[in-house]
T-cell receptor
């Protein structure tokens, strides 16, 4: 069965500093991987996705993530955080048949300090 | 274009009552998903439709939960004899589906916050 671990419940980053949010997954084959962001009272917005090919993927709002098969990881990064990035971030894994359910991690809440 | 919409945005009901939650997917999307998000948790899968049929309902917690999609577009999640533990945000998502090739990401609606008192 698929599973996702986001080990950091909360992270606080100073505005302008770099960010890395960790995500580890468990899946028997090459998975499809996603990062979604959720602002308070809002639905989920897709930041980026990995299906195949280049293991470094670029997303919206200046985010990127790197798929590392050997570490079963898909960490999210941003070189310079803005106050508007404060939100909840969810990593998710889907099966490589492409059309089934997503399994989400428990999320990491990002706080941005001035 | 229009995204996934869900109604109502908030629903407060008494324990034991019946509720219906509606999802309007993106036009043309044949795949539709329901998830439930409890406070402080990530979304948890409930059911997946491909067209009119439920392709995977393994996430429905018990037989009080039921979902339909009779014409392959709008879907309704139905909860009978609601319990306080059903309180959560119910999220709907859609994607182009199997016949469109793919893979594709899922596009989420804003959710319905259900509170059972």
């Amino acid at each position: 069965a698929q599973s996702v671990t986001q080990p950091d419940i909360h992270i606080t980053v100073s505005e302008g500093a770099s960010l890395e949010l960790r995500c580890n997954y468990s899946y028997g084959a090459t998975p499809y991987l996603f990062w979604y962001v959720q602002s308070p009272g809002q639905g989920l917005q897709l930041l980026l996705k990995y299906f195949s090919g280049d293991t470094l993927v670029q997303g919206i709002k200046g985010f990127e993530a790197e798929f590392k098969r050997s570490q079963s990881s898909f960490n999210l990064r941003k070189p310079s955080v803005h106050w508007s990035d404060a939100a909840e971030y969810f990593c998710a894994v889907g099966s490589n048949t492409g059309f089934q359910k997503l399994v989400f991690g428990t999320g990491t809440r990002l706080l941005v300090s001035p | 274009g229009a995204g996934v919409s869900q109604t109502p945005s908030n629903k407060v009901t008494e324990k034991g009552k019946y509720v219906e939650l509606r999802c309007d997917p993106i036009s043309g999307h044949t795949a539709l998903y329901w998830y439930r998000q409890s406070l402080g948790q990530g979304p948890e899968f409930l059911i997946y439709f491909q067209g009119t049929g439920a392709a995977d309902d393994s996430g429905l917690p018990n037989d009080r939960f039921f979902a339909v999609r009779p014409e392959g577009s709008v879907s309704t999640l139905k909860i009978q004899r609601t319990e306080r533990g059903d309180s959560a945000v119910y999220l709907c998502a859609s994607s182009p589906g199997v016949l469109a090739g793919g893979p594709y990401e899922q596009y989420f609606g804003p959710g319905t916050r259900l509170t059972v008192t």
